[in-house]
Nanobody, 124 residues
């Protein structure tokens, strides 16, 4: 089993930046792809970006790649998401997730392990 815990969210003003972290514990050796999703109230959970185990492969799901950057540090068993120039549309709960496979997928059902999420609220 793998346990994921997100951190780094909060209340921020528009235009600022945040870096989210996701600490993995347990059988982390089983993790391959890791990804970030987000969910705003009343909407479905949507993908942001996915990264392969080595970090050499990344895909972004229709978000501005100039604002969002996914990365990971396997030595620390930690996944990151850097978000620049936050705006109100970024207000959501952000979830870290992991898969035992190399698929670089964007579907919720492709991921087995999920954290509880961290909330980002952007004020104007």
């Amino acid at each position: 089993q793998v346990h994921l815990v997100e951190s780094g969210g909060g209340l921020v003003q528009a235009g600022n930046s945040l870096r989210l972290s996701c600490a993995a514990s347990g059988r982390t050796s089983s993790l391959h792809d890791m990804a970030w999703f987000r969910q705003a109230p009343g909407t479905e959970r949507r993908p942001i970006a996915v990264i392969s185990y080595s970090g050499s492969d990344t895909l972004y799901a229709g978000v501005d790649k100039d604002r969002f950057t996914i990365s990971r540090d396997n030595a620390k068993s930690t996944l990151y998401l850097q978000i620049k120039n936050l705006n109100r549309e970024d207000t959501a709960r952000y979830y870290c997730t992991g898969s035992e496979y190399y698929r670089l997928g964007f579907q919720v059902k492709e991921y087995r392990f999920w954290g509880q999420g961290t909330q980002i609220t952007v004020s104007s």
